[in-house]
C-alpha cells in the first residue's frame, strides 16, 4: 500500500527566515494535498497538485510537484507567527476518495 | 465559506459505552468520510460512505463501528462499546467527487474514553 513520509518531523525557525517541508510517496501521485493543521483542531486545506511539475502558490505559500509524481514540497517564505501549525500532506487512494496522510511536520516560527 | 460541522466537540465516555459523533457535511456533497487521529500520530481513514452505503472501510473499522445518514444532511459514526484505545480526534470529512477535489473537514471530535 502507498506510504507518504514527511521531513523533517519539526522544525523551528526564527521569523522572516524560509523553509522547506517535503513529502515523499512510496508510488505514483495521482492527487496530492496539504492541509495546515493547529494542534487540537481540523484540518485547514491549502492546496492541492495532480500535475507532475505543478506549482501552485498562495500568499507566501508555495507547494510543488515533481516530475515524476512522486515528491512534493512546500516552500514558506518570509516565515511569520501565523504560519505555525502541523503541515500534512496527503494523498488520494483508491476509487473510494479516501485520503492517506503522512505523519504531519510541526512548524514553530519564533519571534 | 461552506464547512463541515461535527459534535460534540468533546465528548467524555465511560469504557463499554456507546457514543454517537456527529456530523453535517457540506450540503451538495456526495462523498462522506471519517478519520480519527490518534494524540501524536498520523490521520487514519475509518470509513468512506457514497450512495448510501460503504464504499471502504479501513481495518480498524471493525463490528463496533457503523455508520449512517438517516435524514439526508447528518451522517454519524458510532461507537458501540468503546475501549480505551478508542481515545482519539475523530474528523468527519466531505468531498463533492470521490477524488482530485478538496476534502472539506470538520474541526473534530475529541473522544476520551475513561
Known amino acids: 500500500s502507498q506510504e507518504l513520509e514527511q521531513s523533517p518531523q519539526s522544525l523551528i525557525v526564527q521569523e522572516g527566515k524560509n523553509l522547506t517541508i517535503n513529502c515523499t510517496s512510496s508510488?505514483?501521485?495521482?492527487?496530492l494535498y496539504w492541509y495546515k493543521q493547529k494542534y487540537g483542531e481540523g484540518l485547514i486545506f491549502l492546496m492541492m497538485?495532480?500535475?507532475?511539475?505543478e506549482e501552485k502558490s498562495h500568499e507566501k505559500i508555495t507547494a510543488k510537484l515533481d516530475e515524476k509524481k512522486q515528491q512534493s514540497s512546500l516552500h514558506i517564505t518570509a516565515s511569520q507567527p501565523s504560519h505555525a501549525g502541523i503541515y500534512l500532506c496527503?494523498?488520494?487512494?483508491?476509487?473510494?476518495?479516501?485520503?492517506?496522510f503522512g505523519q504531519g511536520t510541526t512548524l514553530q516560527v519564533k519571534p | 465559506e461552506p464547512e463541515v460541522t461535527q459534535t460534540p466537540s468533546h465528548q467524555v465516555t465511560q469504557m463499554g459505552q456507546e457514543v454517537i459523533l456527529r456530523c453535517v457535511p457540506i450540503?451538495?456533497?456526495?462523498?462522506f468520510y471519517w478519520y480519527r487521529q490518534i494524540l501524536g500520530q498520523k490521520v487514519e481513514f475509518l470509513v468512506s460512505f457514497y450512495n448510501n452505503e460503504i464504499s471502504e472501510k479501513s481495518e480498524i473499522f471493525d463490528d463496533q463501528f457503523s455508520v449512517e445518514r438517516p435524514d439526508g444532511s447528518n451522517f454519524t459514526l458510532k461507537i458501540r462499546s468503546t475501549k480505551l484505545e478508542d481515545s482519539a480526534m475523530y474528523f468527519c470529512a466531505s468531498r463533492g467527487t470521490g477524488f482530485l477535489t478538496e476534502a472539506f473537514f470538520g474541526q473534530g471530535t475529541r473522544l476520551t474514553v475513561v
Open positions: 508510488k505514483t501521485l495521482y492527487g
Open positions: 450540503s451538495n456533497h456526495l462523498y
Open positions: 497538485l495532480q500535475k507532475g511539475g
Open positions: 496527503g494523498a488520494d487512494q483508491g476509487n473510494t476518495g479516501k485520503l492517506i
